[in-house]
């Protein structure tokens, strides 16, 4: 597998969730398993070993001088693919809210070494890329290296996990990233004039997936299909939505080690000392913890629906409840949720951060989670929300309709204010009668979303593919 990001390496969404459970779930099934990322500057070297010095990747005629490392990590060999100029940087795709603009070269690298490492460390039956970032490992299969017998047979499988992300860029990138004109056309790579990357990887993959069965269907409409959903309607036959795992080992209230208490469905009386750690965090007064409080832990993209908390605020803020945020993103919402704050002191709480801690601490100390995402592939927070007995308002969209229903938590449709204030509201009313609470709050944390079904989803699907061929 080859990804931008995995858990706990470097993380700054959901796919690194799922790059650091996924490929341990099917090791467990008897797969051996590699994945290849990016060694960027906060990965530290521990315990990894330098397994090849100088892997040299050619692109344009340029040399990109690259060292692999490797390590063990839960029955798993993890690559970092260490090229100082490339991702010795502060951020991951981008510096103070720009880009990167050589971000097609870095994966570009990224894709190339993927494929050295599959031909000289590690030799794959099937290659499985995730996103735009390294979509580009399979569209060199199917061009620059289509002849090259080391990869004959090689069956390969592309996980869109967020439509919204393409690797676009303007026509020159097409050289620069060792391609040339044979797959800059409308039946490949090009789009509206520019280069997509994600476009190149769903029309060459053997087989597509995306992150839940709502989402496979979402994105071959008009209206989530980003430019796409034509595509991805011709290759329907070749899609499949298969849902993402929760890693209990990592986001479960009964272990959870970054909590100042444990609790469980048996025995809950953690979870109100996790609430009052919550609340003294954010400065919120602890006198009354019947309040209830709602917790936010978020990328700050339009993806995620926040112009809907923005159309709402002050009613919200007018109920007798509390909220708390975190997140980092675009000014735009960071602005939104600090004047929230800032005009709803003892009400509002909000950090403008990236704290793994943090966000167990809100998963665990709040009694209902908000995701009102106008779009949403997956979604893993509502997920261990259920699990840590907080109860998710979400908008029934892709996973989060899939992932939640009426008997652990509360949805609206309409992508509208009232419709969101409607479903809070609603919440509000149960949260009332403790009883139906607490009743509601274990059925959630019955729930079992852990990787083991998934895994054999994609088992099946590798398998199917070895079949094939
Ligand atoms: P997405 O991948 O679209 O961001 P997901 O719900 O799938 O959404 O996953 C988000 C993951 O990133 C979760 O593990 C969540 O806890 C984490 N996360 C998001 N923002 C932050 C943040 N500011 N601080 C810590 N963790 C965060
Ligand atoms: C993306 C999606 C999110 C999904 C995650 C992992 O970032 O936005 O919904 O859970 O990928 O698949």
Redesign the pocket.
């Known amino acids: 597998m080859s990804a931008s990001e995995a858990a706990p390496f470097a993380k700054t969404?959901?796919?690194a969730?799922?790059m650091g459970a996924l490929p341990a779930a099917l090791a467990e099934l008897g797969h051996h398993v590699a994945i290849v990322i990016p060694r960027y500057r906060a990965i530290s070297l521990d315990g990894f070993d330098r397994v090849y010095d100088h892997l040299p990747v050619w692109l344009a005629g340029v040399s990109h001088r690259t060292e692999i490392f490797a390590r063990q990590e839960r029955g798993v060999t993890v690559f970092l693919v260490d090229c100082p100029p490339l991702y010795d940087r502060n951020g991951l795709y981008f510096s103070e809210g720009v880009d990167y603009a050589d971000n097609h070269v870095r994966f570009a690298v990224l894709s190339r070494a993927t494929l050295e490492i599959a031909r000289r460390l590690f030799r794959p039956q099937i290659l499985h890329c995730h996103d735009w970032q390294s979509a580009l490992a399979i569209i060199y299969l199917h061009s620059t290296l289509s002849r090259d017998p080391t990869f004959l047979g090689l069956r390969t499988v592309f996980t869109v996990?967020?439509l919204g992300y393409q690797g676009r860029f303007a026509r020159p990138a097409l050289e620069e990233a060792g391609l040339d004109m044979s797959v800059f056309h409308p039946g490949a790579l090009e789009f509206h004039g520019d280069m997509n990357l994600l476009k190149g990887g769903i029309c060459f993959a053997d087989a597509i997936t995306t992150?839940s069965k709502g989402y496979a269907r979402d994105i071959q409409t008009p209206e989530f299909g980003f430019g796409l959903d034509g595509l991805l309607r011709e290759r329907s036959y070749a899609l499949r939505g298969i849902l993402?795992g929760a890693d209990y080992s990592q986001w479960d209230p009964e272990t959870d080690r970054l909590l100042p208490a444990n609790y469980s469905a048996r025995k809950l009386e953690g979870k109100l000392r996790c609430k009052q750690a919550l609340l003294e965090e954010f400065g919120l007064p602890q006198e009354d913890m019947r309040r209830p409080l709602l917790g936010i832990v978020s990328r700050f993209t339009a993806?995620k629906g926040f112009d809907l908390l923005e159309e709402i605020s002050e009613e919200l803020a007018g109920e007798e409840l509390c909220l708390v945020a975190l997140g980092e993103g675009e000014p735009r919402y960071e602005d939104l949720f600090r004047g929230l704050a800032e005009r709803h002191p003892g009400t509002v709480g909000v950090r403008i951060a990236y704290d793994n801690r943090l966000a167990h601490l809100i998963e665990a100390g709040a009694d209902m989670f908000l995701m009102p995402s106008r779009y949403?592939?997956?979604?893993?927070n509502q997920i261990y929300s259920l699990r840590y007995g907080t109860v998710p308002i979400v908008r029934a969209t892709?996973?989060l309709d899939d992932t939640v229903d009426t008997s652990t938590g509360f949805k609206f449709s309409e992508y509208s204010g009232a419709a969101l204030m409607a479903a809070v509201r609603a919440a509000l009313d149960v949260y009332a009668n403790q009883d139906r609470w607490r009743a509601l709050m274990r059925r959630g944390m019955a729930k079992d979303f852990s990787w083991k079904t998934s895994a054999a989803e994609y088992s099946a699907l590798y398998a199917s593919l070895l079949d094939r061929a």
């Open positions: 969404g959901g796919l969730d799922v996990h967020n992150v993402n993806q949403e592939p997956c979604g893993l892709g996973g």
